[in-house]
């Protein structure tokens, strides 16, 4: 390999590591330069996570014969170092990462990004966060990663403050901080038993312990579920998620879309190499590790948890919670798949990942277009939008500065559009479609591949009955949240009673448009794009490669 490819996997870490240290040095003042700088790393990011998926493809094949990269941090071999492990799910996870990055940051330049003076580098910092959870090779960078993201993520749900924004914010960090420290735990008793936190050493070493050893990382795996559970928004540790993304920025929101999705990731990563019986068997037949965390249980929770999004869908008034709640269903029918745990779903539940997360950044922000058609007139700068928490234009204590009540023409950037309300009637249409898996955007091709996986998957006498509880819960899934955003939508767009018509800007609608083509470009290339993840789905079935291609990486030290 060139030099030059050689270390292009460190690329998403230290590039927003980079900008986030510099933008921080950078004044208010100098505004300007801390938006270029912050392009030009999502910029770099996005690129370097298209190239490191052309990689992992059949394209390169005298880079990476196998489809899998080990980067050596520091020199030092596997399984002693720390390692970062680029495979066609995590180029994947990376691409995904980086496109709604992108969309949230060119949103975010029409207002949001100048209420508080740390956004930019707070973006950065959880693009990196997010990043570094899907390249890292072992769990406590994992940890590491998880706990950067958060805390980044803990200053974005309280830029631009309000009652509500502090209110919800301290739920949301009490329950991220239960989540981490249980993280923590559940690594310190894996390394405690297996003495080793090398996500590719770990099945081996797992396949080699003694019964009572072997319960106790059971138990350390529960832990560990639990946690990555916590962050993928699993009933019953999900109360937190409607009313955070809900209190969030519109840009921020999107965001978070991809937050639940590391869980979910995380879920797979470690089902597909510790919960595997067939990796295990493949390095030693003597011993195997109980696979029951990742199949059964996963699929119970899952059921469960599209049960409480498709209430909380039909019970939502609001438009950001209804988005939430789908949010919610998305995660439920991703774990519902992993603990059926039937092979042919697998593929379809990646196109679903993707384009649920794209179709929830779109509506988050096009959300907060269409709560502004609905405020009332802001008041007079004498009478207070609501109860101070610090005099008007000072700082609060963690930074951020109060956000106007509403962004007149003086508080954005750009140029406005035409015709606004027909451009959010049109971009609601189009969410709608997605999120409720409709024809004939990508979301029904997801949804309709889904089920017929698992209507197959019913015919096999063990499949039968979860296969089409599944079937079933899937479709009224799409019914709830199809009538609930009907409602909604006949009200925003078919009442005139008390609705204003805001001025859009190119900046803040532009993304908004981009995502929602790119469902639609899912839908053209539904054939190539579905053979790549029946590809994808493959290699997470038969780790052995990314095991060997871990182990066998050497020091150059």
């Not at 840009?251 to 999705?261: D, E, G, I, M, Y």
């Not at 869908?313 to 603990?339: D, E, N, P």
């Not at 001025?503 to 794009?529: D, F, H, K, S, Y």
Request: hydrophobic share 55%; glycine share 8%; with cysteine.
């Amino acid at each position: 390999m060139s030099a030059w490819f050689a270390h292009l996997p460190v690329v998403p870490i230290v590039v927003p590591l980079a900008a986030a240290a510099v933008i921080l040095f950078l004044t208010e003042r100098a505004r300007v330069l801390r938006v270029a700088v912050a392009s030009v790393s999502i910029v770099v990011q996005l690129a370097a996570a298209v190239a490191l998926l052309a990689l992992t493809t059949e394209a390169f094949p005298d880079i990476w014969s196998q489809g899998v990269g080990a980067y050596a941090i520091g020199g030092w071999p596997a399984p002693f170092g720390i390692v970062l492990v680029i495979d066609r799910l995590t180029g994947l996870m990376l691409v995904l990462n980086a496109v709604v990055t992108l969309a949230a940051f060119v949103n975010s330049l029409a207002y949001w990004d100048r209420v508080g003076p740390h956004f930019h580098a707070l973006l950065q910092l959880l693009s990196m966060g997010v990043n570094g959870a899907f390249l890292t090779g072992d769990l406590f960078n994992l940890f590491v990663f998880f706990e950067i993201l958060l805390a980044a993520s803990y200053g974005l749900l309280l830029h631009g403050s309000n009652t509500q924004r502090v209110r919800i914010g301290l739920h949301y960090i009490v329950v991220n901080l239960t989540g981490s420290l249980l993280l923590l735990v559940g690594v310190s008793l894996i390394y405690g038993v297996t003495g080793t936190l090398n996500l590719a050493d770990l099945p081996a070493r797992a396949a080699a312990l003694s019964i009572a050893d072997r319960t106790l990382f059971d138990a350390a795996a529960a832990i560990l579920a639990v946690a990555f559970l916590t962050k993928a928004g699993c009933w019953p540790l999900n109360f937190w998620l409607p009313g955070t993304y809900a209190a969030a920025s519109a840009p921020v929101a999107a965001v978070f879309a991809v937050l639940t999705k590391v869980g979910i990731y995380a879920l797979l990563r470690l089902g597909s190499l510790i919960g595997s019986a067939d990796a295990l068997a493949h390095l030693d037949g003597s011993a195997l590790l109980r696979p029951d965390l990742f199949r059964g249980g996963l699929y119970y929770l899952g059921i469960a948890t599209m049960g409480f999004g498709i209430v909380g869908t039909l019970a939502a008034q609001q438009l950001s919670r209804l988005v939430g709640y789908s949010v919610i269903v998305s995660s439920g029918l991703l774990l519902m798949v992993m603990g059926l745990d039937h092979p042919p779903l697998l593929a379809p539940a990646l196109f679903y990942l993707v384009g649920s997360v794209l179709a929830t950044g779109a509506f988050f922000m096009l959300t907060g277009m269409t709560e502004r058609a609905w405020r009332s007139p802001p008041k007079p700068a004498s009478a207070a939008a609501e109860p101070a928490l610090l005099p008007a234009g000072g700082y609060v204590p963690y930074g951020v500065r109060r956000a106007p009540p509403v962004p007149e023409q003086d508080a954005e950037v750009g140029v406005a559009i035409p015709a606004a309300m027909a451009f959010m009637g049109l971009m609601f249409a189009f969410c709608v479609l997605l999120v409720t898996g409709s024809p004939p955007l990508s979301g029904f091709i997801a949804k309709f591949a889904i089920l017929s996986a698992a209507i197959h998957a019913a015919q096999g006498a063990p499949w039968a009955t979860a296969a089409w509880m599944l079937v079933f819960v899937t479709l009224a899934a799409g019914l709830a949240s199809l009538i609930a955003l009907t409602r909604i939508g006949m009200r925003l767009f078919w009442s005139v009673t008390g609705r204003n018509t805001p001025r859009l800007r190119v900046l803040e609608a532009g993304p908004v448009a981009m995502l929602v083509l790119m469902c639609i470009g899912l839908t053209v290339a539904a054939g190539p794009v579905m053979r790549f993840f029946e590809s994808t789905a493959a290699s997470l079935r038969s780790p052995q490669i990314y095991i060997e291609t871990v182990l066998a990486t050497e020091g150059s030290r």
